[in-house]
């Protein structure tokens, strides 16, 4: 528990007032059992200086299994999940508060290693953004920074199951010692996605992964987050609802900076509860 | 003063054309601007243009061809110059001439002929200036009535005046352009003359330089020797250690620049390292010659090693800590220009900020900090107050920094100061070390430009 400082009541009154003006009780229709629970969030709150982008965040993200973040843009979608591994640690100026807990501990905590975290945690951005080196230095990155690989014959290993694992070994077999920028937009995404899965972690962030790819390359990555699905924790982030639909098994939908409601992806596209989720998903506005 | 005089007449008289131009315009449409073609001020402009210009192009011409015309008179007039003689004596006579025309004695003063070109070239002189002035006038007046003439509500005043603005710029380029070869071109034919009177091998390989060439015939050491190796050599030893000196420090300080400091610390800091570039190099000459050395001497001499009181050290260290805004300034730009995705990348893979520094950000920059390198190599190597001051002036081939060295610029400095003739190989050979630092200077900006160019396409 935190104690209650002066910062922490300023903050909480400051939040009554916003969630008086714009914010309803959201709406979450999921009922996770408690063993199941990757990621809890509880009331986080993210602000860039004096402006705030996320009002209170309360969300359980399941094991083994599709997330996806839909809603308009600059509803705080990327700053959510920037918070699951703390990368907004990287940003000037922000500051985030409230509680996230992973299999029960809590990564905002000062004492939390960002490093190991994040090598439990790997995340994969909108544009494909390979290094400028090889193929395979690209993959071999993350696990040369936490010491894992350590004989040639190792490391070879990872590479080559993490390029098998999204896909891509069979294509760049023969140029692995290439620049990983020389491939296609699609195959430098599942470039970016075995770079991240080399690590071996837990839970996969990937934030829009397919808004720079064309439909083939879409179509790929899509399969791909459903083999990915059995042995990671995926949580997606995304601007196509068929994208959601097909790929997500629950979908949480936001709304300047509020998490309007959550649900079975099912459910939200043919129930919603909220008018704003009817109004984003009917077209009506977004 | 009379070239201020005519200035002004030419100047009021366009300033007239403006007016004129412009109340014709008006008038012409009896007031209602909207009839007009442009804008009453492009009839003002067209007016004083015309009024203006051709005066200028004349006085350029005049410029231009005027010394020659009255030298060709002058020396027309003088009988008995032998038809071959170099141009060289050609030029005393003139200069003979000229000094008497304006101060009525000096060489050749009991020399009729001399007197009477003289007084020829007062003559020409005189006559060719009031020429000029009514000839400028004349011009300023007609185009002033030339112009008012066709002004107009049809005339496309503002297309004319556009017209003429893009051959002022153009014009403008031509010089910068002209200029430059024309410099160049002086270097070339004076460093091809050299090559006349010395090998071009002897230069480029010859171990030994001592340009001295003795007075008389017969004194010792008659011919000077022009080996430039121990001259390029001594700029490459003093460029190497102010490389030394500003690469790691320039490079370290763009990383904490760029990565590292809030951003309040950059606000301060980048200016204050900016600053060393403004500082002028003499200043860093005496910084050099009056502190940096003698400190050198002093802890070498505690060692108890021979230090010159010139030593390549001295000179090397302080031009370096001059070129360190060049390598910083231009680190900087290039590291900031890698994407932050790459950042991200790392970071989000758990990167620490050294690791992501090493590993990702600085080998993709390493392209624009080698051409940063490189330009400020070029600078390094042209670099000519630091080390007239602060290095040496004898022509030591060595590779010890504790050793005095010299350099290229400091000798073509010392081979040109005072009196001189202009084709003794000695003079010349200044011309030959220009030309070779010219190409070497120029590869290295063109290499490093290159480089940085197309590092910049990469990731727009
Ligand atoms: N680095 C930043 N600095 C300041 N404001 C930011 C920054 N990143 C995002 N924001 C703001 O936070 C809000 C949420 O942004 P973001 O999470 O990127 O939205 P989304 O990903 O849903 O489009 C936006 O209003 C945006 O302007
Ligand atoms: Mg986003």
Known sequence: MKPMTKENAIDIDKSVDINNEMTNPQVSSLQIPAEEVKIKAEDVRVRYGEKEALFGINLDIPQSKVTSFIGPSGCGKSTFLRCLNRMNDTIDGCSVTGNIHMDGVDILSKQVDTVLLRAKIGMVFQKPNPFPKSIYDNVAYGPRLHGLGNSKSDMDEIVETSLEKVGLLKEVKDRLLEPGTGLSGGQQQRLCIARAIAVDPEILLMDEPCSALDPIATAKIEELIDELRGSYTIVIVTHSMQQAARVSQQTAFFHLGNLVEYGETEQIFTSPQDERTKGYITGRFG | ?460
């Open chain 2, 1 to 460: 003063m009379q070239t201020t005089i005519f200035t002004f007449t030419v100047l009021l008289l366009a300033f007239i054309g403006y007016y004129m131009g412009r109340s014709r315009a008006v008038a012409t449409v009896s007031g209602d601007v909207r009839k007009l073609h442009s804008l009453p001020r492009h009839y003002g402009y067209f007016v004083a243009l015309w009024c203006g210009v051709p005066a200028l192009v004349l006085c350029v011409l005049w410029m231009l061809f005027e010394p020659y015309i009255v030298n060709t008179l002058v020396l027309s007039g003088v009988p008995n110059i032998d038809p071959d003689a170099s141009s060289a004596v050609i030029a005393r006579i003139l200069s003979d001439v000229k000094f008497l025309a304006a101060n009525g004695v000096g060489r050749g003063a009991d020399d009729p002929v001399m007197v009477a070109a003289a007084e020829h070239y007062t003559h020409l002189k005189t006559v060719g200036t009031a020429s000029l002035a009514v000839a400028i006038i004349a011009f300023s007046i007609l185009g002033l009535v030339i112009g008012s003439r066709r002004v107009g509500a049809d005339l496309k005043a503002r297309n004319q005046v556009e017209g003429l603005i893009r051959w002022v710029l153009l014009a403008s380029s031509v010089i910068a352009i002209l200029t430059t070869i024309g410099i160049v071109g002086s270097l070339l034919f004076e460093a091809i003359r050299f090559f006349g009177k010395v090998p071009f091998t002897d230069f480029l390989f010859g171990l030994e330089w001592s340009p001295q060439i003795a007075l008389r015939k017969d004194q010792v050491a008659s011919q000077g020797s022009f080996g430039a190796v121990p001259i390029f050599a001594g700029t490459m030893l003093i460029s190497f250690i102010a490389l030394c000196v500003a690469v790691p420090v320039g490079l370290l300080s763009a990383i904490y620049m760029s990565e590292y400091a809030t951003p309040k610390v950059r606000a301060i800091g980048k200016p204050m390292l900016e600053i060393l570039a403004g500082i002028p190099t003499v200043v860093y000459g005496f910084f050099a010659a009056l502190v940096v050395a003698p400190t050198i001497r002093g802890f070498g001499e505690a060692w108890g090693l021979d230090v010159s009181s010139e030593s390549a050290l001295a000179a090397g260290l302080v031009m370096g800590i001059m070129i360190i805004p060049f390598v910083s300034s231009l680190s900087d730009d290039v590291i900031r220009a890698v994407p932050q995705a790459l950042r991200d990348g790392s970071y989000a893979l758990g990167g620490t900020k050294s690791e992501t520094v090493t590993q990702v950000i600085l080998p993709a920059a390493l392209p624009g900090i080698v051409g940063g390198v490189m330009l400020a190599a070029s600078r390094a190597i042209g670099e000519t107050m630091i080390v007239v001051m602060a290095a040496g002036l004898t022509a030591n081939l060595t590779a010890n920094p504790l050793q005095a060295v010299t350099t290229a610029t400091v000798q073509m400095v010392t081979l040109l100061v005072g009196d001189q003739e202009f084709d003794s190989p000695k003079t010349l050979a200044a011309f030959a070390l220009g030309l070779v630092l010219f190409c070497v200077t120029l590869c290295l900006n063109v290499v490093a430009l290159r480089v940085v160019a197309k590092y910049r396409e990469k990731y727009d």
